[in-house]
């Protein structure tokens, strides 16, 4: 029943900030460990960052740790991915993924098992 959409993406020039929104509908996030992947062109995918359910815990990849930060707003029902310092390496279709049996640091190792995903937003750089 969950349904994820991603919205916030777009094109930004190096240095730029960017909000990424992960809604959910169907269902309350809440319960859901939730990450963000992207992939661009040529590039596998690479998990970017996630949250435990509960909002406990949180995962970063080192090539975002200290410019991006992830939070639910319950309010709203999202989990958002704060973008700061873009660098065009950050390119890519940005996906949200949700599941309730996984932790944030083990979202990565498996993504193909992850139970739900949207559809993904692109984000640009430009140099």
């Known amino acids: 029943q969950l349904r994820l959409e991603e919205a916030g993406g777009g094109a930004v020039q190096t240095g730029g900030s960017l909000r990424l929104s992960c809604a959910a509908s169907?269902?309350?996030?809440?319960?859901?460990?939730v990450g963000w992947f992207r992939q661009a062109p040529g590039k596998e995918r690479e998990y970017v960052a996630g949250?435990?359910?509960?909002?406990?815990?949180?995962y970063y990849a080192d090539s975002v740790k200290g410019r991006s930060t992830i939070s639910r707003d319950n309010l709203k029902n999202t989990v958002d991915l704060q973008m700061n310092n873009l660098k065009p390496e950050d390119a890519g279709v940005y996906r949200c993924a949700a599941d309730k049996h996984v932790s944030a640091r083990a979202m990565g190792a498996a993504p193909s098992l992850l139970e739900h995903w949207g559809r993904g937003t692109p984000v640009t750089v430009s140099s």
């Open positions: 949250t435990n359910w509960g909002g406990s815990g949180t």
């Open positions: 169907g269902d309350t996030i809440n319960p859901y460990t």
